[in-house]
C-alpha cells in the first residue's frame, strides 16, 4: 500500500465552499481507485489542508487515476480553490511493535519471584 499526502492550500474566505466542493468530488478519487481518503484540516491555518489517500501502488495515483476522469471531475471541482498548486508526495506506512508485542523472556532477574 503507497499513501499519498497532499497539502492543499486554500484562499483565505472560501475554505467552506472548498469543503462543500471537496464533499461531493471525493467520489471520484474513490471511484478511480483509491482505497480511503482523509481530509485534515490545520487548527493553527484554517486554509492548509492535507488529504491521505491509500493507493494500491505510485502507479493507481500517478498513471490510472491522473489518467482518470476522476481526476478530471475532481481537479475541476476544487481547483478554483486553491491558493497555488497542491504539493503531493508519496509515502508508505511504517508498521512499529507496541509495548505489549514484545516478547519479555521470563526469569528471575527481570519478573522476581512470586513470593517476594
Not at 17 to 22: D, K, N, P, S
Not at 54 to 83: C, L, M, N, P
Amino acid at each position: 500500500m503507497v499513501l499519498t499526502i497532499v497539502e492543499l492550500l486554500i484562499r483565505k474566505g472560501v475554505e467552506e465552499e472548498f469543503l462543500a466542493a471537496y464533499s461531493a468530488a471525493a467520489r471520484h478519487v474513490l471511484d478511480a481507485g483509491c482505497r480511503s481518503l482523509r481530509l485534515i484540516r490545520s487548527m493553527s491555518s484554517p486554509g492548509r489542508f492535507l488529504l491521505i489517500g491509500e493507493w494500491e501502488s505510485v502507479a493507481d495515483h500517478t498513471e490510472v487515476f491522473y489518467a482518470s476522469d476522476g481526476f478530471v471531475r475532481w481537479r475541476d471541482a476544487v481547483a478554483e480553490y486553491f491558493a497555488e498548486p497542491p504539493h503531493v508526495e508519496h509515502a508508505m506506512q511504517i508498521q512499529l511493535s507496541t509495548a505489549d508485542e514484545v516478547h519479555v523472556p521470563d526469569d528471575e532477574t527481570t519478573t522476581g519471584s512470586a513470593d517476594g
